[in-house]
C-alpha cells in the first residue's frame, strides 16, 4: 500500500514540475533592440552577428574578466572528477566510520 501510495505522489511530483516548468523556460537571445516607437528589432541579423563576434574576442582578450569565466577552473573534466570524487568520497567515509560504532554495529567486528 505504500509503495503505491509512494508512487502516485511521485508522478504527481513529477507531472506538476513539468507542468510549472514551462514557464521558467530560457529562449534564445533576443534578436533586436527596442527601437524609440516601441518597436523590436531595430537592428539585423548582421549587425547582431558582429556584435557577437566582437563581444567574443573581447572575451578572448581578456579571460581573466567578464560572464563566463569559471569560478573553479579545474582545467577541465579531469579537475573537476577529482573534486567530485573528493567531496563524495569525503561524505562516504564520513557515513563509514559512523556506521562501524554505535548502537546498532555488530558485535565483535570492530
Known amino acids: 500500500m505504500n509503495n503505491k501510495i509512494l508512487l502516485a505522489?511521485?508522478?504527481?511530483?513529477?507531472?506538476?514540475?513539468?507542468?510549472?516548468?514551462?514557464?521558467?523556460?530560457?529562449?534564445?537571445?533576443?534578436m533586436g533592440?527596442?527601437?524609440s516607437?516601441?518597436?523590436?528589432?531595430?537592428?539585423t541579423l548582421e549587425e547582431a552577428l558582429e556584435l557577437q563576434r566582437?563581444?567574443?574576442?573581447?572575451a578572448e582578450a581578456n579571460p581573466s574578466s567578464?560572464?563566463?569565466t569559471p569560478y573553479l577552473d579545474a582545467s577541465g573534466v579531469?579537475?573537476?572528477?577529482?573534486?567530485?570524487?573528493?567531496v563524495f568520497g569525503g561524505i562516504a567515509g564520513a557515513f563509514f566510520i559512523r556506521g562501524r560504532s554505535g548502537k546498532y554495529a555488530a558485535m565483535g567486528r570492530g
Not at 78 to 86: D, E, L, M, Q
Open 54 to 58: 566582437r563581444r567574443i574576442e573581447s
Open 78 to 86: 579531469v579537475g573537476a572528477s577529482v573534486i567530485a570524487g573528493a
Open 66 to 68: 567578464g560572464s563566463g
Open 9 to 30: 505522489a511521485s508522478l504527481i511530483a513529477v507531472f506538476t514540475i513539468g507542468y510549472y516548468a514551462d514557464g521558467a523556460v530560457a529562449f534564445a537571445q533576443y
Open 37 to 43: 516607437d516601441g518597436a523590436t528589432g531595430s537592428y
Open 33 to 35: 533592440n527596442v527601437g
